[in-house]
């Protein structure tokens, strides 16, 4: 039975979907796969100064919202006379050092961030906590594709990812986005050929 005109047969909505399918699908799996992602970084926890109560010129809130933490990226706490207690969310906001999940005074603390949320830190000295020294980061997952690592010699400063500004596509994710666009092209003038 022939279409109406202006109408379009299921047999040609299915060769369309066949047509987009066959065109975009493998591009997109493979531009994904060969996606880079950054470098794993190592952040200097309080810079030079180092895991300390803070003064009037340090703010641990301020460092932690000017950096993009990933998956991967470790924290570096150096200290002295000092700890460092993983906490939850309840204890980061009572300064509550009775019960952490993890607790470190060796002087010297990597915390590799092992999953996307946000991790707590406080200090375990007496008053610490209560004058500003502790720390929250939330950790994102790298988005597939959206930033390569940026190149060796390019960090001004230990543990800074520049944000990104604008689109920050591969060449592979363009690539796909074009490949895209084509076959849509092409699956609507199927549809128009066939109506």
Known sequence: MAAAAG???SGALALAGAVLFVLVA?????????????????????GPRGWRVPDANTSYDWWATNNRFHVGDRLLFKYAQDSVLVVDRPAFDACNATEPLAAFSDGATTVRLDRP??????????GHCQEGQRLMVRVMVHPAGLAAAPAPGTLTQPGVRPRPSGCACSGAAASVAAA???AVKAAMAVLVDLA
């Open 7 to 9: 109408t379009v047969s």
């Open 26 to 46: 493998p591009g997109a799996a493979a531009a994904e796969a060969a996606a880079p992602r950054p470098a794993p970084l190592e952040f200097h926890v309080g």
């Open 117 to 126: 949320g946000f991790f707590c830190f406080i200090s375990g000295e007496p």
């Open 180 to 182: 895209a666009g084509v």
